[in-house]
């Protein structure tokens, strides 16, 4: 069965503390890994697109890996404004519209 | 630039009322919808997309339906509501081109509330 697991649930920093959160996932015929921001009371933020093993992909404070079996997003330095929930999704097989979502994480950023 | 609008933001509904919500976007043609529903702690369940007018694919079975009447607007619709159709409802758009998908446009949400 296709899923996708975040982890932690909850990360709380202080402002400067570095981190990363992890996406593990098992779908068949991988074709695209989604990061999204989650701010309370909205919609999802779209930030990377992944799409095979080895790349990399950079936004501000952000960095996002991808393996065969897993995704990482790297926050360096965070801010008080990163605070939010990151939402790891992937799209499974050929159809284009089967995206799977995980349960997300919630970050903390304290000043 | 593409917009999408959904409304309204905050809905609360009695049980076996019926539902309406509605999402339209702007500046871009033939887009890709769909409707999601987020549960507390839970991830993103599809539950419907449409690939153009009056092509719709359900993905979950319930107590929804969904119609598309013009290319881009889309709504979602219920006859009767029960206490398990509460949650946060988005609407999103997406490219998908040779099978895949370039990532979701999120609308900003309607929160439901069956009471």
């Known amino acids: 069965e296709d899923q996708v697991t975040q982890s932690p649930e909850a990360l709380r920093l202080q402002e400067g503390e570095s981190s990363s959160l992890n996406c593990s996932y098992t779908?068949?015929?991988?074709?695209?890994l989604f990061w999204y921001r989650q701010d309370p009371g909205k919609g999802p933020e779209f930030l990377f697109t992944?799409?095979?093993a080895g790349e990399e992909k950079e936004k501000e404070r952000l960095k996002a890996t991808l393996t065969k079996k897993e995704s990482f997003l790297h926050i360096t330095a965070p801010k008080p404004e990163d605070s939010a929930t990151y939402l790891c999704?992937?799209?499974?097989?050929?159809?284009?519209?089967?995206?799977?979502f995980g349960a997300g994480t919630r970050l903390f950023v304290k000043a | 630039s593409q917009t999408i609008h959904q409304w309204p933001a905050t809905l609360v509904q009695p049980v076996g009322s019926p539902l309406s919500l509605e999402c339209t976007v702007e500046?871009?043609?033939?887009?890709?919808l769909y409707w999601y529903r987020q549960a507390a702690g839970r991830g993103l369940q599809l539950l419907f997309y449409?690939?153009?007018?009056?092509?719709i694919s359900s993905e979950v079975p319930q107590n929804l339906s969904a119609s598309r009447p013009q290319d881009r607007q889309f709504i979602l619709s219920s006859k009767k509501l029960l206490l398990s159709d509460s949650g946060f409802y988005l609407c999103?758009?997406?490219?998908?081109?040779?099978?895949?998908?370039?990532?979701?446009?999120f609308g900003s949400g309607t929160r439901l509330t069956v009471v």
């Open positions: 992944l799409y095979s």
């Open positions: 449409s690939i153009g007018i009056d092509q």
């Open positions: 500046g871009t043609s033939n887009p890709n």
């Open positions: 999103a758009w997406s490219v998908v081109r040779r099978g895949f998908n370039y990532g979701y446009t």
């Open positions: 999704a992937v799209q499974a097989g050929a159809g284009g519209f089967k995206t799977i």
């Open positions: 779908v068949s015929g991988l074709r695209g």
